[in-house]
């Protein structure tokens, strides 16, 4: 019996603003960019994507990410490993935080203060797009 792969539902077309952020576990700012992406997907600010898809050249996240009006990046440290793949699929960031710029110290593992969340998502909002 062959196996049948699930399907993605990652990235529906239907977003114009989508959001991509690191979510590294080896620190508390990378799992910090991720639930505050999640937060703002919640609230209804713009539409997440699979930051690891469009790394990975799945075409139809790269097409997500190419059709959508405004790209919102999160990044957890000046590392940058979530604009180096955007750069790397020709993908333009129109807004972009990195946390450890809003004076967030990056310490190992990922436990992150929850207060910190609402610092990153007012962040993201004010940045200019």
Same mark, same amino acid.
């Given at each position: 019996? @062959? ?8 990235? &529906? ?20 960019? &991720? ?7 919640? @609230? ?13 050249? +799945? ?10 009006? @405004? ?22 960031? &129109?807004?972009?935080? +990195? +946390?450890? @710029? ?28």
């Amino acid at each position: 019996m @062959e196996q049948q792969q699930p399907s993605c539902t990652c990235g &529906n077309g239907k977003t114009r603003r989508v959001i991509y952020s690191c979510s590294g576990i080896g620190s508390n700012v990378g799992q910090l960019a &991720n639930a505050a992406a999640c937060r703002l997907a919640l @609230e209804g600010f713009g539409g997440g994507s699979c930051l690891a898809g469009v790394g990975g050249g +799945i075409d139809k996240l790269v097409s997500t990410g190419k059709a959508a009006d @405004e790209r919102v990046v999160i990044d957890g440290c000046p590392v940058a490993c979530a604009k180096k793949i955007m750069d790397d699929r020709g993908l333009p960031i &129109n807004r972009y935080v +990195i +946390i450890t @710029e809003l004076g967030i110290e990056k310490t190992p593992g990922p436990v992150f203060n929850e207060s910190n969340v609402h610092a990153v998502v007012d962040a993201v909002k004010k940045a200019v797009p």
